[in-house]
Every structure is written in structure tokens, then in C-alpha cells.
């Protein structure tokens, strides 16, 4: 249980500290440079070592990681498993409320007449609609927070924190989105769990003995 915003905050602060000092950076490249000029800077940096690992390390932004990761929390105690599913589950309802908002098109019809000039991942499906914000960036900066949250060892916060911006810069690799889509995508992942985890941890039933065991840990 914690006491509030400033709790969290605190328990998050290896993830968190990083994070704030890239996204200010991040703020200073995207008015400094143009989407298209940001987009191909990324695209050219391109190798095929990078195409083969890109789309694995895209996948642990994905719904089923969070869900598998869920399960096995919930093998030794319910109340990570609880917090972990509902952070994405929260994140990801705003990240789609969003998506549909600006109904944003991809880089592949945003750069429909400049295709030739892009390079695609061979064998990948490239998605057409709905690019802002980046889900896949929503779901890792938000598993990164919680993860962050939970454990003893707080430094494993910078770990996550690497992880969630290799998710985010694999979205931009695969032409899924551009970078104002990942800059938004970290930006709801981190404040919403934020708010999320200042609210529902303080709930009394999540410190009850019921919670605390797990499938494989029954309790007394």
C-alpha cells in the first residue's frame, strides 16, 4: 500500500529520473527537426542483425507478454498480478480512446508517395491507421513503472527503463510509428499508471491476506 502520488513517485524514481531526462531531449530533437527529417534519420539506420531482433524486441510491448507476465506473478501473489494487468488494462483503454480520437495515419500512407525511399522489414505487416499515440510504447513504459513499483530492489527500474525505450525506438525501426506516436505513447504510460497506482494500491483490500497469496503460495 502506498500513501499517495508522492509514494509512487518516489518507488518509481530509477525509472522515472532517466525517463524525464530523455523525454527533455526528446521535446529539443522534435523542434529542432521536422517529422519527415526525424523519420528518415531513423529509417536509414538500418541493419539486418537489427531487422531480425526488432520485431522480438517490439513484442514485449504486446498485450500477451502482459498477460503471460500477470500469470506467473499470480503464481506468488495476486496482488502484483492485479496491479500489472489492470495498469495495462487501464493504459492500453486510454492509449485506443486516443487512436480513434485522432484516427493519425502511419508512416506507410503518410509517406505513400515516398515508399521507395523507406526501408520495410521484410515479411512484416505494416499497419495503416491509428498511429497515435504508439501502443506497444503505452504498454512497456507502463509494465517498466509497475515492475519498477513492485520490486524491493528499485534499481531494476534503469533495466525496465532501457527495455520500454528499446520497445518504443523498435516501433520507429519498423515503420509502425513515427516519433511523436512513441514520445505520446511514453508520456500516457507513465503518468497514467502513475495516477493509477496512487489510487488503487491505497485500497485496503489489495494488503488483505487473500491478495498477498498466490496460486502456488496458499499462506497460513
Known amino acids: ?42 529509417n536509414r539506420l538500418y541493419s539486418y542483425w537489427a531487422d531480425a531482433i526488432a520485431p522480438y524486441i517490439t513484442d514485449i510491448g504486446d498485450g500477451t507478454t502482459i498477460i503471460i507476465l500477470s500469470v506467473i506473478l499470480a503464481l506468488f501473489s495476486y496482488r502484483p498480478a492485479f496491479l500489472l494487468i489492470t495498469s495495462y488494462a487501464i493504459t492500453s483503454l486510454t492509449a485506443q480512446a486516443l487512436k480513434y480520437a485522432f484516427d493519425a495515419p502511419r508512416p506507410k ?59 518504443g525506438y523498435s516501433r520507429m525501426y519498423l515503420s509502425q510509428h ?14 497514467v499508471t502513475v495516477l493509477w497506482l496512487s489510487w488503487v494500491d491505497r485500497r485496503e483490500f489489495l494488503s488483505s491476506p487473500r491478495w498477498i497469496r498466490g496460486l502456488l503460495r496458499k499462506g497460513d
Open 1 to 42: 500500500m502506498n500513501k499517495g502520488a508522492g509514494d509512487v513517485l518516489y518507488k518509481v524514481r530509477f525509472f522515472l529520473i532517466p525517463y524525464i531526462v530523455l523525454l527533455c531531449g526528446c521535446l529539443i530533437i522534435k523542434l529542432l527537426y521536422t517529422r519527415p527529417e526525424i523519420y528518415f534519420a531513423v
Open 109 to 167: 500512407v503518410y509517406f505513400e508517395h515516398e515508399l521507395s525511399k523507406i526501408h520495410f522489414v521484410k515479411g512484416l505487416y505494416i499497419l495503416t491507421v491509428h498511429s497515435f499515440p504508439s501502443g506497444h510504447t503505452v504498454t512497456a513504459f507502463s509494465a517498466g513503472m509497475v515492475l519498477t513499483y513492485l520490486l524491493k530492489n528499485k534499481q531494476w527500474g534503469i533495466l525496465f527503463f532501457v527495455v520500454a525505450v528499446l520497445v
Open 178 to 191: 513515427f516519433f511523436e506516436d512513441v514520445m505520446a505513447g511514453s508520456v500516457v504510460g507513465v503518468m
